[in-house]
């Protein structure tokens, strides 16, 4: 387009006024520090706060829900650098890889869910006279933690529950998470919690609420508070709440169990196990929709030296991010994900679009897209 017109979408719709090979975009990437990424994320947050939009994502009174997990977006047995995770198999086959500790803003009413910066799971350099990176190992727990601290520096006056898995649900953590001025809401299983389940099975009776949905579906709700996480001297004391869910015939569908620091009580225990239960969201809306929906999130799309793979995934998470914010807020957009349904087959209309025509503005494309018939051809491209 810029050969035959003097112009192209590149320049019209992002702003980019160089054509770059994509060998020096990549050696571009490389070269940039992953943090230089992080206020991008702020930058869109305190955005949606100042309008408003964060208010229907209270979980509790000016508490917002921050879900963490892990994933991993690169694996090769054959590309490695000196961040990469390893693994040794049983072959002597050594697999390397790299993972994040993933946050996310989410509601049990909305199908949104907001991406926060995430931390790299990676090892870092070896220590002087450190004959292997194997004691370097970096692990989800660690990265929990620096993640945590830096939710906290990123937005220090806003309040967050804290959601994950069973992998959350200790002592170092939690006391990480109450430090830095926030609750957590995290996965307990017996298998995990022998003590602590031991302890509540001691009571006689503890608090429990059920009712029945207009489906014959029975909720049980119990808990219990102030219980030690575990049998040690320096156990703290933790809110443990269960749920069941009974279908028509009284079978048991479902049940979890989480601990909190937030004392339990009838009033609240219903949005509590809405919380808890809305974890499922940072894998399906989250991780499952930049695998499978078009993001390619778990495409090579180049190593590097330094941080290329990791900022590749920052790039296509704040994407997504962007994706997220424009199904809330922009009605073209809204109407675009409802004509052509899913997102993969919707970036498949947009890159045709774009290889084939030139448009002015984003909005002058999706009412292009939305309203072929009443736009001429030749108009887009002479437009």
């Avoid at 070269?31 to 408003?52: C, M, Q, Y």
């Avoid at 995430?118 to 993640?147: H, L, M, V, W, Y």
Wanted: aromatic fraction near 10%; hydrophobic fraction near 35%; glycine fraction near 6%.
């Amino acid at each position: 387009m810029e050969e035959k017109e003097g112009r192209n979408n590149l320049r019209n719709l992002f702003g980019v006024e160089n054509i770059p090979k994509d060998s020096q975009l990549r050696d571009v990437l490389d070269r940039i520090s992953s943090t230089e990424l992080a206020p991008i994320f702020n930058d869109f947050f305190e955005r949606l706060r100042r309008h408003k939009h964060l208010e229907d994502y209270a979980i509790l009174p000016n508490t917002l829900l921050c879900v963490i997990d892990g994933t991993q977006y690169h694996s090769s047995k054959k590309i490695s650098g000196e961040h990469c995770l390893t693994k040794e198999h049983k072959t002597g086959e050594i697999t390397y890889s790299h993972g994040v500790l993933q946050g996310a803003i989410m509601h049990p009413d909305k199908k949104q869910v907001l991406p926060v910066m995430p931390e790299a799971i990676q090892n870092t350099d070896p220590t002087p006279g450190s004959s292997t990176k194997k004691a370097k190992q970096d692990c989800e727990s660690k990265a929990a933690k620096r993640f945590i601290m830096n939710l906290k520096k990123a937005h220090p006056r806003q309040k967050f529950l804290l959601g994950g898995d069973g992998l959350m649900s200790h002592q170092p953590m939690i006391e990480t998470a109450l430090e830095q001025g926030m609750s957590c809401l995290f996965v307990a299983k017996p298998d995990d919690h022998k003590y602590l389940f031991e302890w509540i099975a001691a009571f006689d009776a503890i608090p429990s609420w059920e009712f029945t949905d207009e489906k014959g579906q029975t909720h049980r709700y119990i808990w219990q508070n102030d219980v030690p996480l575990h049998g040690k001297a320096n156990a703290i004391k933790v809110n443990f709440c269960e749920y069941q869910l009974f279908n028509k015939k009284g079978e048991r569908t479902y049940m979890n169990s989480w601990v909190t620091d937030i004392m339990l009580s009838k009033e609240n225990i219903k949005d509590m196990v809405r919380a808890g239960r809305c974890r499922w969201k940072i894998e399906n809306e989250c991780f499952n929709t930049l695998k499978n929906q078009g993001y390619d999130i778990e495409h090579n799309d180049g190593h590097g030296e330094e941080n290329l793979s990791y900022n590749m995934y920052l790039l296509t998470l704040l994407a997504f991010f962007c994706h997220q914010i424009l199904e809330l807020t922009d009605l073209a957009y809204q109407a675009c994900r409802k004509k052509f349904g899913s997102k993969r087959y919707l970036w498949e209309i947009f890159r045709g679009n774009v290889r084939q025509f030139l448009f002015d503005s984003w909005t002058d494309f999706m009412d292009f897209i939305l309203n072929p018939d009443d736009w001429e051809v030749s108009r887009v491209k002479k437009s």
